[in-house]
C-alpha cells in the first residue's frame, strides 16, 4: 500500500512535506545495577536525544506503562519499584516536566502493562504483573486524570510483557504478545466506542514472545518489534488495521536482537525503538520509516544511558 506523507502549501502556490514536529520521551528503566527514574527526550525534528532532567518520574521504577493524548499530556503509570508499584505520573508536554497524578494512580500495583490510547479523550492500561500475570484492564479519562477498573476491556488472557498499538482516529487499539505462562502470540481488540476487548485471532504475532514493543503509524499499519522467544529476536510485524491481520515485516526488522525496548511514533513519519536488553543494557535508537517498511538504527537519537525496562510514549502520537 502507498502510504503518502501529509503536505502542506508553502511560497506562492508551493507544496512542500509538512515539517517534523513534537517529541518522545522514554522514561524509567533499568541501568546495570540500579533502577532509574531518568527520562530521555527525543526531538523528531533533528533524531536527537538527550537527557530531560525535569521529566524525570517521581518515583525511581523500571517496567511502567505509557499512553499520551497526543497533544497536551503524556503518564507514566505503574511499573516495579523493589514492590510493584501503582504511582501515575504525568508529563506536560509545554513545559517537559513531570509530577504525580494521584487520581490517575492504577487501582492494582502492576508492571509491565500495555498502553493505548484514543488520542483525545481516554487512555488503556492492560495486562502485566503484580505477583501473577494480569487480565484487567483500567481506564484513564484525560480531562479529569482519573483511572478506574473497565472490565469490559479485559484482556482475552492474562499475560505480562505484552505491547499495545493504537489506529490513531479509527476506533481501536490492539494488545500482543506477552508471556501467560508460556510466550504468547495472542491479540487482543480493543473498541473504544463500546469498551470492549475480544481476541482478534488474525491479527496474532506471527511468532510467539513477550516482551514486544508497538508503535503505530496512526492510520493505516501498527508495528509490533523484537521481543524474547527463548532467545531475543529482531522480529518486526505489521498489524494492518483495515483488516485485522499480521504478518512479518522482515525489512523492518529491529537493527539487532533486543526486547524491552520503549516505543514512541512520531505521527504517520517515522518509528522508533529504544534502549532494551539483547544480554546486556542498551542505548540504541533504532527508527523506522513508515512510508518504506525499513529500521536502521539511528545512532545521534540514542539514549542518554543504556537501560532496559523503560518505557515511551511521544506528544505528538498515540
Known amino acids: 500500500m502507498l502510504k503518502l506523507n501529509t503536505l502542506s502549501g508553502f511560497g506562492s502556490g508551493g507544496v512542500g512535506v509538512a515539517a517534523i514536529t513534537g517529541n518522545g520521551y522514554w522514561g524509567g528503566g533499568y541501568l546495570v545495577a540500579s533502577r532509574t527514574a531518568g527520562t530521555d527526550k527525543l526531538t523528531f525534528a533533528t533524531d536527537t536525544t538527550a537527557a530531560a532532567t525535569d521529566a524525570s518520574l517521581t518515583v525511581v521504577r523500571s517496567a511502567v506503562g505509557s499512553v499520551s493524548d497526543a497533544s497536551t499530556n503524556g503518564y507514566f503509570v505503574g511499573g516495579y519499584s523493589g514492590p510493584w508499584a501503582a504511582t501515575a505520573d504525568k508529563l506536560v508536554f509545554a ?3 513531570t509530577a504525580a497524578a494521584t487520581d490517575a494512580d492504577l487501582t492494582t500495583p502492576t508492571s509491565t502493562p500495555a498502553g493505548v490510547s484514543d488520542g483525545s479523550t481516554n487512555g488503556y492500561v492492560a495486562g502485566g504483573s503484580s ?29 505480562q510483557g505484552l505491547s499495545g498499538c493504537s489506529d490513531g482516529t479509527g476506533g481501536n487499539g490492539y494488545f500482543a504478545g506477552g508471556h501467560s505462562g508460556a510466550v504468547s502470540a495472542t491479540a487482543d481488540k480493543l473498541v473504544y466506542a463500546t469498551d470492549t476487548t475480544a481476541a482478534a485471532t488474525d491479527a496474532d504475532l506471527s511468532q510467539a514472545r513477550s516482551v514486544v514493543t508497538g508503535i503505530s503509524d496512526g492510520s493505516v499499519k501498527g508495528y509490533f518489534g523484537g521481543g524474547y522467544t527463548g532467545p531475543y529476536v529482531a522480529t518486526t510485524d505489521g498489524i494492518t488495521f483495515s483488516t485485522d491481520t499480521t504478518a512479518a515485516v522482515t525489512d523492518a526488522n529491529l537493527s539487532g536482537v533486543k526486547g524491552t525496548t ?30 518504506t517498511e525499513t529500521t536502521a538504527a539511528q545512532t545521534s537519537a540514542n539514549l542518554s544511558v543504556a537501560k532496559w525496562d523503560t518505557s515511551a510514549l511521544s506528544s505528538v502520537a498515540v
Do not use: C, P
Not at 525503538?273 to 527508527?287: E, P, Q
Open 95 to 97: 513545559t517537559d516536566t
Open 131 to 159: 505477583g501473577a500475570n494480569v487480565v484487567i484492564a483500567e481506564k484513564l479519562v484525560f480531562a479529569t486524570d482519573t483511572m478506574s477498573l473497565e472490565a469490559s476491556a479485559n484482556l482475552s488472557e492474562a499475560r
Open 262 to 291: 520503549g516505543g514512541a511514533s512520531q505521527g504517520s513519519t517515522n518509528g522508533y525503538w529504544g534502549g532494551g536488553y539483547s544480554g546486556a543494557r542498551l542505548d540504541i535508537m533504532d527508527k523506522l520509516v513508515y512510508s
